[in-house]
């Protein structure tokens, strides 16, 4: 489910250029149902998992890409 989840990112912007602050859970947790999975688990499981992916970008952003992200 999570690699599915590549296009429902949220993602600020600014003068320094943009960011991705995480996923759209929304779109998450439809996705997540309608893969069989139980809402309970996607809301158990998909937080940490999101705040590890956000961490893994920022990292890579400020060293210079994402280039080597397999989303």
Known sequence: ???RLG???????GMSGGAVIGWDMGA???????LGLSPLV???????????MVRKL???SGSGGLEG???
């Open 42 to 52: 996607i809301a158990e499981l998909l937080p940490p998992i999101e705040a590890m």
């Open 28 to 34: 998450a947790l439809q996705l997540g149902v309608a």
């Open 7 to 13: 296009g429902q990112m949220r993602i600020t912007g």
């Open 69 to 71: 992200f397999d989303a």
């Open 58 to 60: 920022a990292a890579q």
């Open 1 to 3: 489910m999570v690699q």
